[in-house]
Nanobody, 125 residues
Framework: QVQLAESGGGLVQAGGSLRLSCAAS????????MAWFRQAPGKEREFVAS????????HYADSVKGRFTISRDNAKNTVYLQMNSLKPEDTAVYYC??????????????????WGQGTQVTVSS
């Protein structure tokens, strides 16, 4: 059973940066594809970024491309999301997600079977 714990959220001014961390426990972390999703009030949870278990290839939502970077450290069982040039529209609860699938839809919440509790990111204008 995978357990995921996010940290690093907070309040930041527009243009600032934050780094989110997601620590995994209970499994061999390198066997899992990892992703970040976010959910703003009144909106559906949406894909932010993913990183493959096979070759650490990354994919991003168009809205964050060039500003956010996902990375993983298998030795620390941790995935990161470096967020730069933050905008008020980035305000949301950010969730870490994981799966051990070979074939899945990376941008869909249904593509992941393990989720963290989420961490709040608030960007003020």
């Amino acid at each position: 059973q995978v357990q995921l714990a996010e940290s690093g959220g907070g309040l930041v001014q527009a243009g600032g940066s934050l780094r989110l961390s997601c620590a995994a426990s209970g499994v061999t972390f390198s066997n899992y594809n990892m992703a970040w999703f976010r959910q703003a009030p009144g909106k559906e949870r949406e894909f932010v970024a993913s990183i493959s278990r096979l070759d650490s290839s990354t994919h991003y939502a168009d809205s964050v491309k060039g500003r956010f970077t996902i990375s993983r450290d298998n030795a620390k069982n941790t995935v990161y999301l470096q967020m730069n040039s933050l905008k008020p529209e980035d305000t949301a609860v950010y969730y870490c997600a994981a799966n051990s699938f070979t074939i899945f839809i990376r941008w869909s919440t249904r593509g992941y079977n393990y989720w963290g509790q989420g961490t709040q990111v608030t960007v003020s204008s």
